[in-house]
C-alpha cells in the first residue's frame, strides 16, 4: 500500500492569503510530482523533483512554486491565491531509475483548493 | 503534442457485465501506458503497468492490453460489481524520460 499523504485535504480560502499545500511520503521515493486537476479534466503535471534540491516546471505553467529540502517532503507554496487557483492538487511518487526512466506513480489523496 | 483520448466518457452497466474501456493516444512512440482509478474525490489508484515490453497485464477480474502501432490499449472487466464504480484513467508514458500524459477518464457506474 502506497503511503503517500497530502493535508489539508480540503481548503476554502480568500483571495490574496498565502497558502501552503502539503506533500509527504515513506516510501524512500526520489522522484515526486504535483498534478493540477479541474473537474472531468484531465491532470496536468505542474512541478516534479528528481530528488532533493531538485525541482523542475511541467507542462502547466503554474504560479505555484515547489522545494524538495528533504526526500519525504515535497510542499507546494502559493504566494498569492486568487480564484482561478481553485482546483484539484495531487501529489505523487515513484522510484528512480526504472525503464526509460519511468516507474510506476503512487498518489496521494489529494487538496481540494476553493480560493474565494 | 501527444493527446490521449478515452471514449466513453461515462459508462453505467449493471452488476456483473463484463465491459471494455478504451484510451487511444496520438503519437505511438510510448514507452509504457498506466491504468489509474480515481474514487470521487481523491487520488489516483494504480490498477496496471504496461511495460514497453508487454502487450498485456493482468490483475484479478482485470485485464489491459496495449496496441502500439495502433494507438490504442483496452482495460477489460469481468463480472463488474457496484464496487468498480469509480472514473477510470489511462496514462501514456512517451521514451525518453519524458512527461507523462493522462486521459480525461472514463466515469463508470455499476448498477446493483
Known amino acids: 500500500e502506497a503511503d503517500i499523504y497530502q493535508t489539508p485535504r480540503y481548503l476554502v480560502i480568500g483571495t490574496g492569503k498565502k497558502i501552503t499545500l502539503e506533500c509527504s511520503q515513506t516510501?524512500?521515493?526520489?522522484?515526486m510530482y504535483w498534478y493540477q486537476q479541474d473537474p472531468g479534466m484531465e491532470l496536468h503535471l505542474i512541478h516534479y523533483s528528481y530528488g532533493v534540491n531538485s525541482t523542475e516546471k511541467g507542462d502547466l505553467s503554474s504560479e505555484s512554486t515547489v522545494s524538495r529540502i528533504r526526500t519525504e517532503h515535497f510542499p507546494l507554496t502559493l504566494e498569492s491565491a486568487r480564484p482561478s487557483h481553485t482546483s484539484q492538487y495531487l501529489c505523487?511518487?515513484?522510484?528512480?531509475?526504472?525503464?526509460?526512466?519511468?516507474?510506476?506513480?503512487?498518489f496521494g489523496p489529494g487538496t481540494r483548493l476553493t480560493v474565494l | 503534442k501527444q493527446e490521449v483520448t478515452q471514449i466513453p466518457a461515462a459508462l453505467s452497466v449493471p452488476e456483473g457485465e463484463n465491459l471494455v474501456l478504451n484510451c487511444s493516444f496520438t503519437d505511438s512512440a510510448i514507452y509504457n501506458l498506466q491504468w489509474f482509478r480515481q474514487d470521487p474525490g481523491k487520488g489516483l489508484t494504480s490498477l496496471l503497468l504496461i511495460q514497453s515490453s508487454q502487450r498485456e497485464q493482468t490483475s484479478g477480474r482485470l485485464n489491459a492490453s496495449l496496441d502500439k502501432s495502433s494507438g490504442r490499449s483496452t482495460l477489460y472487466i469481468a463480472a463488474s460489481q457496484p464496487g468498480d464504480s469509480a472514473t477510470y484513467l489511462c496514462a501514456v508514458v512517451p521514451g525518453g524520460y519524458q512527461k507523462v500524459t493522462f486521459g480525461t477518464g472514463t466515469k463508470l457506474q455499476v448498477i446493483p
Open positions: 516510501m524512500g521515493h526520489d522522484k
Open positions: 505523487a511518487s515513484s522510484e528512480a531509475g526504472g525503464q526509460e526512466g519511468y516507474n510506476e506513480q503512487f
